[in-house]
């Protein structure tokens, strides 16, 4: 078994790996990881330690070969230019937990809908409704991201055929 990289023990990229390793000893080594990535084992290195930022091809590899989802969803939110300002970052919590949030940020569908068909039943938002649409919006983005964590939870814990 490989060592423990300290410095990058805190890095979700190494984390990833060896949380992979549990399941694929060969994870276990930066060296061997690298190959089966097909990234240098310097890079790589340099990735786990925060020196360098990874391709988005590269975070698909480690996404697929580890079995991490998150990472996907963790580079776009943080690392990512454009996604910084369009993706939020999502917390994986157990399912029993992640289902309760789904459905706690749900349970308020209906007067969301009522809400927006009666802004735009007119084609306009005027001033007198723009906070209103911009609590339906906040409400909508608590779904999305309740949804998207529980979609990456179903990815890295159900093998779907």
């Given at each position: ?48 330690l ?30 990512c ?17 992640l289902?309760?949030?789904v ?5 308020d ?53």
């Amino acid at each position: 078994m490989g060592k423990k990289a300290t410095k990058a023990a805190d890095n979700m990229y190494c984390i990833a790996r060896y949380e992979a390793a549990e399941q694929n000893e060969a994870f276990s080594s930066r060296e061997k990881a690298s190959e089966i990535l097909n990234i240098d084992r310097t890079r790589l290195a340099n990735i786990e330690l925060g020196n360098i930022v990874p391709y988005p091809e590269e975070v698909l590899a480690m996404s697929k070969q580890y079995n991490a989802p998150e990472l996907c969803n963790s580079h776009c939110a943080e690392q990512c230019p454009i996604g910084q300002h369009t993706i939020s970052k999502v917390t994986i919590d157990d399912f029993d937990r992640l289902s309760l949030k789904v459905l706690g940020s749900i349970k308020d569908i209906d007067s969301i809908r009522v809400s927006l068909i009666a802004i735009s039943e007119d084609g306009t938002i005027d001033s007198s409704e723009i906070e209103e649409f911009k609590n339906i919006l906040e409400s909508l983005e608590k779904i999305s991201n309740n949804a998207n964590a529980l979609k990456i939870w179903a990815e890295k814990n159900i093998k779907f055929e």
